[in-house]
Nanobody, 114 residues
């Protein structure tokens, strides 16, 4: 099982980013999966999860701004992040839900700053 996150970067408040998570060794659609983030000095938190296209949930802090989606043909998970704010600055990871210790990847850094 391997999960490789990409798409992070430095953006200004109000801008958007789309994160990608390429999965190998298993089929994303067979499991509940999600996005997590860890800000400096804080614990890792879940921000969005998907069991199927009809079963999606978000953390209150990102609801209405972030959208999780999946491309089954590419076996890739996405996180569209709009209206980014400085408090969204963190390293973002994908994993199963609940997360599996052995599946954490390197993550992708998102920095929101003016």
């Amino acid at each position: 099982v391997q999960l490789v996150e990409s798409g992070g970067g430095l953006v200004q408040p109000g801008e958007s980013l789309r994160l990608s998570c390429a999965a190998s060794g298993f089929t994303l659609g067979d499991y509940a999966v999600g996005w997590f983030r860890q800000a400096p000095g804080k614990e890792r938190e879940g921000v969005a999860r998907m069991r199927s296209p009809g079963f999606i949930s978000y953390a209150e802090s990102v609801k209405g701004r972030f959208t999780i989606s999946r491309d089954s043909a590419k076996n890739t998970l996405y996180l569209q992040m709009n209206s980014l704010q400085p408090e969204d600055t963190a390293v973002y990871y994908c994993n199963g839900w609940p997360p599996r210790d052995a599946s954490w990847g390197q993550g992708t850094q998102v920095t929101v700053s003016s």
